[in-house]
C-alpha cells in the first residue's frame, strides 16, 4: 500500500462548481497533512496546512482532515478556469511524503 | 514570507559535464532542504534531504557520487549533477524547511531547475 494515494484522475468540473479532492494514507501516527498546486511546468505551491480533525476553510479553499479515517480532502468552491492544474496530498510523519496527483481540468 | 529561490531555472550542458544547481532561503533560516526530480507527467521524487552542516541522506537508488549535495549554510544548498547523461535530464526542484515564523513541518518549494543534457 501506498503511503499516501490520491485518485490520479483527471477530474472534470464546468467552471462555478464545487472541485473535491481526496486522499488517504496508510501511517496512523500522521500529525501534519498539506495540499499543494502544481501547474505543467512548475514547481508546486502550498495552498493549505490541517493539523487537527475538522474543517479549515481558506478562500475558496476548505480542507477536511479525518485521523480516524485516516482521510484528508480540498474542496475548490466556485472552480475557475485557472485552477485547473495537479493537487498534491503531503503527510508529514518524519519527513513529507507526496501522493501522485490528483490532475484537475476545470472547463470554461 | 517562505520564499525559496532556485539558480540557473534552466540549463543545457553537454554530455560528461558536471551542472550545479543553487537553492536559497530568502526570508527564513532553512534547517533542513529537500532535493527532488520530476519526470514529465510524473510525480515528485525525492532525491535527499540535507540538514544545515550534516551530510545529506540520499534516497534508495540515488547514487550519492553522481548527485553531490552540500547545505553549507542555513540559506543555501547545493546540488552539482557530476558527469551528467541524458537520462538525467529533468525537472529538479529543491523545497526548504525551517524557522518560516509557521509550521515547522511546512515545505517551501523552490521554482525548479530545468536540466537538459544533450
Known amino acids: 500500500q501506498k503511503e499516501v494515494e490520491q485518485n490520479s484522475g483527471p477530474l472534470s468540473v464546468p467552471e462555478g462548481a464545487i472541485a473535491s479532492l481526496n486522499c488517504t494514507y496508510s501511517?496512523?501516527?500522521?500529525?501534519?497533512f498539506f495540499w499543494y498546486r502544481q501547474y505543467s511546468g512548475k514547481s508546486p505551491e502550498l495552498i493549505m496546512s490541517?493539523?487537527?480533525?475538522g474543517d479549515k476553510e481558506d478562500g475558496r479553499f476548505t480542507a477536511q482532515l479525518n485521523k480516524a479515517s485516516q482521510y484528508v480532502s480540498l474542496l475548490i468552491r466556485d472552480s475557475q478556469p485557472s485552477d485547473s492544474a495537479t493537487y498534491l496530498c503531503?503527510?508529514?510523519?518524519?519527513?513529507?511524503?507526496f501522493g501522485a496527483g490528483t490532475r484537475l481540468t476545470v472547463k470554461p | 514570507g517562505a520564499v525559496v529561490s532556485q539558480h540557473p531555472s534552466r540549463v543545457i550542458c553537454k554530455s560528461g559535464t558536471s551542472v550545479k544547481i543553487e537553492c536559497r532561503s530568502l526570508?527564513?533560516?532553512?534547517?533542513?532542504m529537500f532535493w527532488y526530480r520530476q519526470f514529465p507527467k510524473q510525480s515528485l521524487m525525492l532525491m535527499a534531504t540535507?540538514?544545515?552542516?550534516?551530510?545529506?541522506?540520499?534516497e534508495q537508488g540515488v547514487e550519492k557520487d553522481k548527485f553531490l549535495i552540500n547545505h553549507a549554510s542555513l540559506t543555501l544548498s547545493t546540488l552539482t549533477v557530476t558527469s551528467a547523461h541524458p537520462e538525467d535530464s529533468s525537472f529538479y526542484i529543491c523545497?526548504?524547511?525551517?524557522?518560516?515564523?509557521?509550521?515547522?513541518?511546512?515545505?517551501?518549494f523552490g521554482p525548479g531547475t530545468r536540466l537538459t543534457v544533450t
Open positions: 501511517d496512523r501516527v500522521s500529525q501534519s
Open positions: 503531503a503527510v508529514n510523519v518524519n519527513d513529507m511524503r
Open positions: 523545497s526548504a524547511r525551517g524557522t518560516s515564523g509557521r509550521s515547522p513541518y511546512e515545505q517551501y
Open positions: 490541517i493539523y487537527s480533525n
Open positions: 526570508d527564513f533560516q532553512a534547517t533542513t
Open positions: 540535507s540538514n544545515e552542516g550534516s551530510k545529506a541522506t540520499y
